[in-house]
């Protein structure tokens, strides 16, 4: 990047502002101190997840793997297909194209992938996702295993 009064290189960031649509940036240049604004645009990959309350946040892996680790302890799944189902559903996520995704798509994505691997671990997951409310909820859950 460089700066538009003198085109060095080196800056400095005073400030930094994000937005879904990318990144703003305050920076003074280190040689003749002026100040001056950068804006980069996210990067195609991203991908942003909305989550049930509205609010957003970039799509990560990294966020769905440790509830699913959670929900295959101590369960007879080797970590390399916990892994491989982890890549699948990132995989399966970004095929769809879409810059914006509801946390609930990723979700139900999620708990078809768990539930073909072990039924433990799905129920596991489901009842923390699901958050349900009462027994009957689920009793209703395991009867349609
Ligand atoms: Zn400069």
Do not use: H
């Not at 990047?1 to 003074?28: A, D, I, L, Q, W």
């Not at 990132?90 to 095929?95: H, N, S, T, Y």
């Amino acid at each position: 990047m460089n700066c538009p009064y003198c085109s060095n290189t080196t800056s400095r960031v005073t400030n930094k502002r994000g937005s879904p649509e990318g990144v703003r940036r305050r920076r003074e240049c280190l040689k003749c101190k002026k100040r001056y604004t950068t804006y980069e645009k996210i990067d195609k990959g991203e991908i942003w997840v909305i989550k049930k309350d509205g609010t957003r946040q970039i799509f990560q892996i990294d966020k769905i793997k440790v509830g699913v680790e959670r929900a295959f302890e101590k369960r007879p799944v080797s970590k390399e297909e916990i892994k491989k189902t982890l890549d699948e559903i990132e995989e399966q996520i970004r095929k769809k194209g879409k810059r914006e995704i509801r946390s609930s798509i990723i979700g139900e994505l999620v708990m078809k992938k768990i539930k073909k691997l072990d039924n433990i671990a799905y129920i596991r997951f489901a009842s923390v996702y699901k958050e349900f409310k009462d027994v009957q909820d689920f009793k209703k859950e395991i009867k349609d295993l």
